[in-house]
């Protein structure tokens, strides 16, 4: 197990960047790219998130079912947000990302996102046969 005391703000990867509802998925992959990120979040016009969108959801949603990711909006393909404050403790944030079957979770401080847990981020801060189990809860297990 972690140590009872770290937080989400201790395992996320900081200068998680917004992509707005209205930009386009092309858009967003070239925002990927460059940041070396496989999922953004998306803020609307007050610049609140308000969903999350991944490479596979541009992939799956959108070009595999013959849209032309130039015409479709992040906010259009974007999902529920599911997130947890940056003092949540790391346990916390782990059940969230179980519960919920997702790979990456937002980190938000008030109204503002200031990062993003991912697989990777959790692989360097857990002890294998817990990383071992998250994995198997995520992909399918139980």
């Given at each position: 197990?972690?140590?009872?005391?770290?937080?989400?703000?201790?395992?996320m990867s900081t200068g998680a960047e917004c992509i707005?509802?209205?930009e386009t998925l092309d858009r967003a992959a070239q925002m990927m790219r460059s940041?070396?990120?496989?999922?953004?979040?998306?803020?609307g016009?007050?610049?609140?998130?308000?969903?999350?969108?991944?490479?596979?959801d541009i992939v799956v949603k959108c070009v595999a079912a013959g849209h032309d990711p130039?015409?479709?909006?992040?906010?259009?393909?974007?999902?529920?947000?599911?997130?947890?404050?940056?003092d949540t403790s790391v346990e916390e944030a782990l059940a969230r990302m179980e519960e919920h079957r997702i790979k990456r979770l937002p980190v938000m401080d008030g109204d503002r996102i200031v990062g993003m847990i991912?697989?990777?981020?959790?692989?360097?801060?857990?002890?294998?046969d817990q990383?071992?189990?998250?994995?198997?809860?995520?992909?399918?297990?139980d």
């Open positions: 197990m972690t140590s009872g005391n770290e937080t989400a703000r201790d395992v707005g509802a209205h940041h070396g990120v496989g999922a953004l979040p998306v803020c016009p007050d610049e609140r998130v308000t969903g999350i969108i991944t490479d596979r130039s015409q479709v909006t992040a906010g259009e393909l974007a999902t529920g947000l599911v997130w947890v404050s940056a991912s697989e990777a981020d959790l692989a360097k801060h857990l002890p294998d990383l071992a189990e998250f994995v198997h809860r995520v992909y399918g297990g």
